[in-house]
């Protein structure tokens, strides 16, 4: 039987926790930086999300972020824009809802940004196909 060399296994992995529900101060973009909103994820590390300037990215998690953070679709995330590859950026921070609320109210995401919506979906006059009415006299019929 090998010896374990380690500080030990999943569990102590499982049991460390960053308390992130505290408040935290609102972080701004910078030079370089950018809001930007969720659309699917890849996997890998990746998602791809809509900027606001209005381009599609390729972003990556950072490792700090890597199976700590979760990010799924929907959420306001700043990421890094890269000088050298405009197509694709990096996850700097995810923000919570309420950070994502006060950051539309301070003006710094634009009005038609929803939030905490998931996916964005095109078609919202198609949401009323999924209701089927059914009459009495088919169910006498049986």
Do not use: S
Request: charged share 40%; proline share 2%.
């Amino acid at each position: 039987m090998p010896k374990n060399k380690g500080k030990g296994g999943k569990n102590r992995k499982r049991g460390k926790n960053e308390a992130d529900d505290e408040k935290r101060e609102l972080v701004f973009k910078e030079d370089g930086q950018e809001y930007a909103q969720v659309l699917r994820m890849l996997g890998n590390g990746r998602c791809e999300a809509t900027c606001i300037d209005g381009t599609k990215r390729l972003c990556h998690i950072r490792g700090k972020m890597h199976k700590k953070v979760w990010i799924a679709a929907g959420d306001i995330i700043l990421v890094g824009l890269r000088d050298y590859q405009d197509d694709k950026a990096d996850v700097i921070l995810k923000y919570m809802p309420d950070e994502a609320r006060l950051l539309k109210a301070y003006g710094e995401l634009p009005e038609n940004t929803r939030l905490n919506e998931g996916i964005i979906d095109d078609e919202e006059d198609g949401g009323g196909d999924d209701y089927i009415e059914f009459e009495d006299e088919d169910i006498d019929k049986i």
